[in-house]
């Protein structure tokens, strides 16, 4: 599986389209785009990022200790909280940038079962989350950052 690494593609400004029925094929989606996003030292991974306009999000906290698969995801509620912090993503690579986010966020979706859940997340996680749903919504990270780096002032791992 190829992450897009042209920023200029159109997938990649494209929103994507709601998952009707979770099949089994979304499951092996999910399950290579896991992959996929550990093998290329990422945090989170979209289906557009990989050519599939759909609206499916993987992602893990950073020690990759608990995996999330989240289908048609939607933030109900966000925080006035705000935090700037340096992001980066796998399908810009060589970028880096200040972005001011939500520091907490809730929102809906449904698990690779189907099954409709609610999550709370806070922090770095709140952050993972709102990168890969701007990915859903066709924006990248260069749309809201507040200044562009070439190389990276901390590290880190990328979206």
């Not at 509620?77 to 939500?102: I, K, N, Q, T």
């Not at 520091?103 to 993972?128: M, Q, S, V």
């Amino acid at each position: 599986m190829e992450i897009i690494t042209d920023p200029k593609n159109k997938i990649l400004s494209s929103p994507t389209n709601p998952i009707e029925h979770i099949t089994s094929d979304i499951k092996s989606l999910a399950n290579e785009m896991y992959k996929t996003m550990i093998d290329n030292k990422g945090v989170g991974l979209s289906a557009n990022q990989v050519g599939f306009p759909l609206s499916l999000i993987v992602f893990s906290d950073i020690d990759h200790k608990k995996r999330y698969d989240l289908v048609n995801p939607k933030i109900i509620s966000v925080s006035s909280d705000l935090c700037e912090m340096e992001e980066a993503c796998l399908s810009v690579p060589g970028l880096w940038g200040d972005v001011v986010r939500p520091e907490k966020i809730t929102l809906e979706a449904k698990n690779l079962n189907g099954k409709k859940i609610k999550y709370k997340f806070k922090d770095i996680l709140a952050r993972i989350v709102q990168h890969e749903l701007d990915h859903l919504s066709g924006k990248l990270f260069t749309d809201r950052a507040k200044h562009v780096y070439k190389q990276s002032k901390y590290t880190h791992h990328e979206f």
